[in-house]
């Protein structure tokens, strides 16, 4: 007789945080959890994140998965419900800390499916994770917290502003500020960003970091040289100001839009050739009254693209050949 050969399933005991790459909020709150909670970490950006959270769903070693700090928008929020409601099935325990605005009914269906959600729009992610678990960290990751407020711009929301007034005010914001550098300069080099979270989970100080100042002073360079190419290539609309991107990130560009052209909203954009849209940062005054992220998840999606954020801050990935339309009902909807 053949023999017969019993298949066993893979042991479930991996822990893993997904978070976003392209700031310090997702950084830091990867290396949160990765101090309270040991495991792995997969970083991810906006345009990439269902593929990575798909390769996730065959993997099942998972046991615990955190996701932090990524938003979702029209275009993705039911797949992404359905994948989690997946990995409960499978027995994964699941926590999902953000702060970026979330339907109502979405955060109903999680919660049916059990997946515990951590959520406030006025907070940072990183706070929340800090605020979530502080009993598993050590005192340095109220300082890391402190510093991806600052660079969220939510400093002065009531928790955030509780954690940076434990630390020296200039002594946070150029931390931070180094750190964010660093971080936005490294986004083609994962092993680097996956080397920051390690680092910041070890309770290091932005300057104990080997090379951090340096490659700082670098990138502050390069922000400068754009200053002048935002005066010369910013277009204004009647609610609005934009320009194209063409030699550095649209997020290190859009501040200078916005306060260069005396507009309450600023539009930058860079064209991702390899995947045919345009990556958009959007940035609004304090001036500004309406909820941006707000407006642009559902302008998104209905080109065919998605996006969200903050009230004051946030992207989009809008299709090449529909870049000029949405700026037009964006202006529109301003």
Request: charged share 30%; with cysteine; proline share 2%.
């Amino acid at each position: 007789m053949p023999e017969v050969i019993n298949a066993q399933k893979p042991k479930k005991d991996r822990i893993l945080c997904v978070s976003h790459k392209e700031d310090l909020d997702g950084i830091s709150s990867a290396a949160l959890i990765k101090q309270a909670f040991g495991g792995d970490t997969t970083l991810v950006d906006y345009p990439g994140m269902m593929d990575a959270l798909a390769k996730i769903k065959a993997d099942e070693r998972i046991k615990t998965l955190f996701i932090c700090d990524v938003g979702l928008s029209q275009k993705n929020q039911d797949e992404f419900v359905e994948l989690l409601t997946y990995l409960r099935k499978n027995k994964v325990k699941i926590t999902y800390i953000d702060h970026h605005d979330l339907d109502n009914k979405i955060i109903k269906r999680l919660e049916k499916t059990k997946v515990k959600i951590i959520h406030d729009i006025n907070e940072c992610t990183t706070v929340q994770v800090y605020d979530a678990f502080k009993s598993k960290l050590d005192d340095h990751a109220q300082f890391v917290a402190a510093c991806a407020a600052i660079t969220d711009y939510m400093e002065d929301r009531p928790k955030g502003a509780k954690l940076l007034q434990i630390f020296d005010r200039q002594f946070a914001l150029i931390s931070a500020t180094v750190l964010t550098f660093n971080i936005v300069g490294h986004q083609k080099d994962s092993d680097y960003l996956l080397y920051l979270v390690d680092e910041l989970a070890e309770s290091k100080y932005t300057h104990e970091i080997p090379n951090t100042f340096e490659f700082a002073q670098l990138q502050v360079a390069k922000l400068a040289s754009i200053i002048s190419k935002v005066k010369e290539s910013t277009k204004k609309m009647k609610n609005l100001a934009y320009m194209e991107v063409l030699d550095s990130g649209a997020s290190g560009a859009v501040n200078f839009v916005l306060g260069l052209s005396g507009k309450d909203v600023g539009v930058a954009y860079k064209e991702r050739v390899e995947q045919g849209i345009y990556a958009v940062s959007i940035r609004g005054s304090k001036a500004c009254k309406l909820h941006l992220g707000k407006i642009v998840n559902p302008l998104a999606t209905s080109l065919g693209g998605s996006g969200g954020g903050h009230d004051k801050a946030c992207g989009a990935v809008i299709p090449k050949d529909k870049m000029k339309k949405f700026l037009k009902e964006f202006n529109a909807k301003l």
